[in-house]
T-cell receptor, first 117, second 113 residues
Framework: AQKVTQAQTEISVVEKEDVTLDCVYE???????LFWYKQPPSGELVFLIR??????QNEISGRYSWNFQKSTSSFNFTITASQVVDSAVYFC??????????????FGKGTLLTVNP | KAGVTQTPRYLIKTRGQQVTLSCSPI?????VSWYQQTPGQGLQFLFE???????NKGNFPGRFSGRQFSNSRSEMNVSTLELGDSALYLC????????????FGPGTRLTVL
């Protein structure tokens, strides 16, 4: 079975602070894919990044960066110099073929990030 | 390119009724997945369709069903609605393979009274 744990339910920061959202995953597969999605109050899930299990390079995209560490089964997301517009629920998700069924996306419970002005 | 569209955006039904939700994928995408989002259970996978065939199914009762048409558009149906079916239903499309990135629509907010 596959599982994603986002231990931080809510985080509140002041604008311009850096913030890291934690994600820990479980899977028995050697090939799997990790994702981060953002859900603003409008409700639509917005794709942010996808990583496969064979690519442990960290990635930076503007103020966003991701740290993938297979040794600790973690895929953490850092927002540098946070802005009010970053306020949203952020979901980490895992896609793997556990149990022989087709790949399906399993989401964590999400982290509500509030950036205060 | 237009994103995933879902209709209707909001729906109010009463217990015992049935409901049909519609999803139009991104042009060229052949796979459609459905998810239920509730405050208590979070985001849960319902099912996935590819080329009009159900490819994967989550742990939901048989009251939840879906289908996909030849143009990749998909519908999901919930029969004999229960109060607990109140949720945001999200549709996602991807190119084809299960490993492809899924892009989500705005969702349909279903309220069961």
């Amino acid at each position: 079975a596959q599982k994603v744990t986002q231990a931080q339910t809510e985080i509140s920061v002041v604008e311009k602070e850096d913030v890291t959202l934690d994600c820990v995953y479980e899977t028995r597969d050697t090939t799997y894919y990790l994702f981060w999605y953002k859900q603003p109050p409008s409700g639509e899930l917005v794709f942010l990044i996808r990583r496969n299990s064979f690519d442990e390079q960290n990635e930076i995209s503007g103020r966003y960066s991701w740290n993938f560490q297979k040794s600790t089964s973690s895929f953490n997301f850092t927002i540098t110099a946070s802005q009010v517009v970053d306020s949203a629920v952020y979901f980490c998700a895992l896609s793997s073929n556990s149990g022989g069924s087709n790949y399906k996306l399993t989401f964590g419970k999400g982290t509500l990030l509030t950036v205060n002005p | 390119k237009a994103g995933v569209t879902q209709t209707p955006r909001y729906l109010i039904k009463t217990r015992g009724q049935q409901v049909t939700l519609s999803c139009s994928p991104i042009s060229g995408h052949r796979s459609v997945s459905w998810y239920q989002q509730t405050p208590g259970q979070g985001l849960q996978f319902l099912f996935e369709y590819f080329s009009e065939t159900q490819r994967n199914k989550g742990n939901f009762p048989g009251r939840f069903s879906g289908r996909q048409f030849s143009n990749s558009r998909s519908e999901m149906n919930v029969s004999t609605l229960e109060l607990g079916d109140s949720a945001l239903y999200l549709c996602a499309s991807s190119l084809g393979l299960s490993i492809d990135t899924q892009y989500f629509g705005p969702g349909t907010r279903l309220t069961v009274l």
